[in-house]
């Protein structure tokens, strides 16, 4: 069982910073992957960027050249900082891990908030 919580969204101007995290209640080196995932009203969730085990990332279209994935295995978070927001990054954004274990497990974060005004 892996237990996932965000933290730091919020409501920010078009153009700002913003940095999510999500604390993991397993080791996230014994996890095989973790990502951030959004989703806005009437849209399917989306996948943004994805870190594995050994700290290789993945990024998706949405998130190319303006969100880092990042994650401190000593505080076993991952975090998403987020550059040059506009008012269509509005969503809920999701903590995502997949867990292999005894089989293949995927776990969500109860999602935060984030809002770019324009």
């Known amino acids: 069982q892996v237990h996932l919580v965000e933290s730091g969204g919020g409501l920010v101007q078009s153009g700002g910073s913003l940095t999510l995290s999500c604390k993991s209640s397993m080791t996230i080196t014994s996890i095989h992957m973790m990502g951030w995932y959004r989703q806005s009203p009437g849209k399917q969730r989306e996948r943004l960027a994805i870190?594995?085990?050994?700290?290789?990332?993945i990024y998706e279209d949405p998130a190319k050249g303006r969100f880092t994935i990042s994650r401190d295995v000593s505080m076993n978070t991952i975090d998403l900082q987020m550059n040059s927001l506009k008012p269509e990054d509005t969503a809920t954004y999701y903590c995502n891990a997949l867990h292999i274990g005894s089989g293949p497990r995927e776990y969500w974060g109860q999602g935060t908030q984030v809002t770019v005004s324009s």
């Open positions: 870190i594995t085990n050994t700290g290789g990332t």
